[in-house]
């Protein structure tokens, strides 16, 4: 595909929302009318405010410590509000031999409660909330691990490979939570694999009349038919269609496998009918070329198609504090 066939590919999905997982707005992401978060896809015009900058965040970080956890409450970090297990509200009060600056107390008894208490963020420890909050930035903004190590001057080595890993665990969960499977009766799903040049094998699907549904997987070195059996059965909903022209795929699964789909998973193989769309095809000509860039493992797909989302937002950093917010709200419950 030449450059300028890419870049028009390119324009047709920024235009399609080629790049999103989903067409239902998730459960893990406010709608794309809601005012809690950007719309996918929209311009920095879409609302208030700027797109946040780290200069901003760092800004931000010389607030008092009690200002920095109003503000982590605000954007759903933090809880709005703790319940004792006295049965009071507790307040949240100035704490100066606490690592944030302060801890959850009760005006009635003298129970008092860390603040990231019941958080996503709990066992993130040792390093200031502010720091969290910068290296969160520095994650949703695909800095390396080594340059927000140097940016953030920590002498802790080990707290952003624990927090970007962490990261890479809400991808996971993420993905896994918004992309049901795809397909439906009567719906045809165009399946395609293809090879890395570090000979990595992904096999794919997407809908031939909903491109934004489409689901990734990486094979296992030395792959077979029970491996590409279970990725499609795994991925496509029962009843929907098959459509390939991928003489790799039809060879591994060979007749046999192609009985076997249809008879106990409902997934008919169709040889004959060609490909409605031409989009599709230059659809599966972006993802390898984009693909085809790295090494990928399953997890660091995840990652891959996650990014895509985000970068499809107006604000990055808003959007993974939305995923974990709303996949990890706080706890506000009496303990």
Same mark, same amino acid.
């Given at each position: ?5 890419f870049?028009?590919v390119m324009a047709k ?6 790049l ?8 893990s992401?406010?709608?794309?009318n809601s005012?809690q ?6 311009e920095a015009?879409d ?11 760092l800004?931000r970080c010389?607030d008092?410590d ?5 503000c982590c409450q605000?954007?759903g ?6 319940q ?6 507790m307040?949240?009060?100035l704490?100066s ?7 959850w107390?009760c005006?009635?008894c ?6 990231r208490?019941g ?12 720091d969290v909050?910068i290296g969160? %930035?520095c ?12 940016e ?6 080990? %707290?952003v490979p624990f927090?970007?890993?962490k990261?890479?665990?809400l991808?996971?969960e ?5 992309i049901?499977n795809i397909?439906r009766?009567g719906?045809?799903v165009?399946?395609?694999q293809f ?7 992904v096999v794919?699907?997407v809908?031939?009349n ?6 990734f997987?990486?094979l296992p070195?030395?792959?077979n038919?029970d ?7 795994d991925q496509i909903? %029962?009843g929907?269609i098959?459509h ?5 795929l039809l060879d ?11 008879? %106990?998973?409902?997934?008919?193989m169709?040889l004959?009918s ?7 095809t230059?659809l ?6 984009l693909?085809a ?7 660091s797909?995840?990652?891959?198609l996650m ?5 499809s937002?107006r604000d990055?950093f808003?959007?993974?504090l ?5 996949l990890h709200p706080?706890?506000?419950a009496?303990s």
């Amino acid at each position: 595909m030449t450059e300028s066939s890419f870049d028009a590919v390119m324009a047709k999905a920024s235009e399609a929302g080629l790049l999103t997982i989903s067409t239902n707005t998730p459960s893990s992401v406010p709608p794309a009318n809601s005012e809690q978060g950007p719309k996918e896809g929209d311009e920095a015009d879409d609302g208030p405010g700027e797109v946040t900058t780290l200069k901003m965040l760092l800004l931000r970080c010389l607030d008092s410590d009690l200002e920095f956890i109003e503000c982590c409450q605000h954007v759903g970090l933090i809880a709005p509000n703790q319940q004792c297990s006295c049965g009071n509200q507790m307040m949240v009060s100035l704490a100066s031999d606490a690592l944030d600056g302060g801890e959850w107390k009760c005006p009635s008894c003298p129970i008092t409660r860390g603040i990231r208490e019941g958080t996503w963020l709990e066992d993130v420890r040792t390093i200031k909330l502010k720091d969290v909050v910068i290296g969160l %930035y520095c994650w949703s903004r695909n800095y390396p691990e080594q340059l927000c190590q140097h940016e953030m001057d920590l002498r802790e080595v080990s %707290y952003v490979p624990f927090l970007y890993k962490k990261c890479q665990q809400l991808t996971t969960e993420f993905i896994n939570n918004e992309i049901s499977n795809i397909g439906r009766p009567g719906e045809v799903v165009e399946i395609e694999q293809f090879q890395t040049q570090a000979g990595l094998h992904v096999v794919g699907g997407v809908e031939r009349n909903n491109y934004k549904n489409v689901f990734f997987r990486v094979l296992p070195e030395n792959w077979n038919r029970d491996d590409l059996v279970t990725a499609l059965v795994d991925q496509i909903s %029962y009843g929907t269609i098959l459509h390939t022209k991928d003489t790799v795929l039809l060879d591994i699964l060979a007749p046999d496998g192609i009985k076997y789909l249809e008879k %106990y998973w409902g997934l008919k193989m169709d040889l004959r009918s060609n490909c409605e769309s031409p989009l599709v095809t230059s659809l599966w000509a972006l993802f390898e070329r984009l693909i085809a860039e790295k090494d990928y493992t399953q997890n660091s797909l995840l990652e891959f198609l996650m990014r895509r989302r985000m970068e499809s937002t107006r604000d990055p950093f808003l959007f993974l504090l939305e995923v974990i917010t709303s996949l990890h709200p706080p706890c506000i419950a009496a303990s």
